[in-house]
């Protein structure tokens, strides 16, 4: 009876077994060939240093915190410093539905060429904050399709403006451009708490908003003539 126990027990340790699968399968790193090169982190955020404010007053980061953030300029763009929050808002996709995001929103503020709704997990886009008394984005010829870089430990990506926020509240983007910076892109629990920082260069606009190569393109050279503004 004992070696029966003992064979039935080694059976059952050699069965293959089938892992459970997770709720949000992982997503794939970016291939290298289209990891962004170019302007370093640490260049970009030296040409930023200090700020001349652009807004009249100050910006929360979420809904219950205090206002505390700037928006600041130089002659070539506006930047910011704040947390990011995920925008899963957009065309439904298996990462970014009513499902995986409570607060969901089938649509954006700016459409593609196509007149389709953003793809938030392929498409990097941030979010500006509607126009209000602090500051007007138009008045710096920001709008849809405007080119952003992210800069965050290290890592520069390239996006567009997709999105409009609350007029007092600033900080956010969508998914892909979390997963292109290394930040948890969960619209539930993903983000960063701060040490992101946002550039949006002035007048600059690609000519379709869901184009994610052009604006990296764009992104690159903007970023560029802001060293050399410097």
């Known amino acids: 009876m004992q070696s029966l126990t003992l064979a039935a027990a080694g059976a059952a340790l050699l069965a293959p077994t089938t892992p459970p699968a997770p709720a949000h399968p992982p997503v ?22 200090g700020c001349d404010p652009v807004s009249r007053g100050r910006y929360r980061s979420d809904g219950g ?40 929103s089938a649509a954006t503020a700016y459409q593609q060429s196509d007149g389709r709704q953003l793809n938030a997990e392929r498409l990097p886009y941030i979010v500006v904050p509607g126009a209000g008394r602090g500051w007007d984005p138009a008045a710096q010829g920001i709008g849809g399709g405007s ?16 999105d409009v926020g609350p007029r007092d509240i600033i900080g956010e983007a969508s998914y892909a451009a979390a997963r292109a910076l290394g930040i948890p892109a969960d ?44």
């Open 28 to 49: 794939r790193e970016e291939p290298a060939a289209r990891r962004e090169t170019g302007v370093s982190a640490a260049a970009l955020l030296a040409r930023l240093r």
């Open 147 to 162: 080119v952003a870089a992210l800069v965050h430990r290290g890592r520069v990506r390239y996006a567009v403006v997709g």
């Open 65 to 104: 915190a205090r206002a505390r953030i700037r928006i600041c300029g130089t002659r070539e763009a506006v930047f910011w410093k704040a947390d990011m929050d995920i925008d899963c808002d957009g065309r439904p996709t298996r990462r970014c539905n009513s499902r995986t995001d409570p607060y969901f």
């Open 187 to 230: 619209p539930q629990g993903g983000g960063a708490a701060s040490g992101v920082t946002y550039v949006v260069f002035k007048g600059s606009r690609v000519k379709d908003i869901g184009d994610r190569a052009a604006a990296s393109r764009a992104g690159r050279r903007l970023a560029a003539e802001l060293l050399r503004g410097g």
